[in-house]
């Protein structure tokens, strides 16, 4: 997979060149190897750089990896990485951690970086818009970037979205998916499931259902549109039965209900009774069997 950073577009606007700088640098500037944000470009050792405690990913493709490191080999680095200074001879990086372990496993000794101030709050923002932007996180990875910059950052979705160059309903959707059980987020994470099943399952109201639907999805490989069916049917099922107890509460004989409030302060217990065409029957529960002792005697039996 190659590593090369696509041509910033304006749509970006407000994400990652927003916090490194809006404007692109000049020809002057590019041949004094001067980064859009001001930053000097330097080559750095790379044991003196030190990993982004922020970084979001924390899942990387091996095979992909190694693919990087080889073409590193052949090419060298064609974007060079972003780091901030800790101090004269120790860095932390910024973002480009793929570029950095390539070059690891390449042999490097030194990287090409721009070097730039941030503190621990820039750190965090940039590490995650950069990554979002032009990583392919998993959908659990975006969901915990998203979470994180509204709760460390403090944006609103709104904010978010423009910063990540996505509308409010689609950040919405993936912090979504951190309401699901641990088991079927890492399913997600795994890619044992698209972020269309995991869609369908959060309008699941109950975890078991859920994870029973999960496991159904994974041992028959079900399509997103069988599991958006089974749901649907599900809830209009839910439906109509919650509309018949409806009903049947609603059309009950008003002095039915009256002898059920009776009975109860009678055996001191909720009393049920099912009446229809003149027949029926008459519930009274226990929940042990003193209780029901107790109920009997107050029948005399």
Known sequence: ?????????????????????????????????????????????????????????????????????????????????????????????????????????????????????????????????????REDLNAIEVALSYQRLISDIGLKQEELGKRVSKNRTTVNNYLRLLKLPPDIQAGLRDRKISMGHARALINVDNVDLQLDLFRQIIASDLSVRKVEALVRAGQKLKKAVAGAKSKGKTTQDPEIRELQSKLASHFGTKVEINSENNKGEIKIPFVSIDDLNRILEILEV
């Open 1 to 133: 997979m190659s590593d090369k950073q696509p041509k910033r577009k304006n749509a970006l606007g407000k994400g990652l060149g927003a916090l490194l700088g809006d404007s692109e640098p000049t020809d002057d500037k590019k041949q004094q190897g001067s980064d859009p944000s001001g930053g000097d470009l330097s080559e750095i050792a790379i044991s003196s750089i030190e990993v982004n405690p922020y970084q979001p990913r924390t899942d990387f493709d091996e095979e992909a990896l190694q693919e990087l490191a080889d073409s590193i080999s052949e090419h060298g680095i064609i974007q060079p990485i972003t780091v901030r200074r800790l101090d004269d001879n120790h860095y932390q990086l910024i973002s480009g951690e793929r570029r950095l372990q390539a070059s690891k496993k390449a042999g490097l000794n030194k990287i090409p970086a721009y070097v730039r101030s941030a503190d621990n709050q820039q750190m965090l923002e940039m590490a995650l818009i950069e990554n979002i932007q």
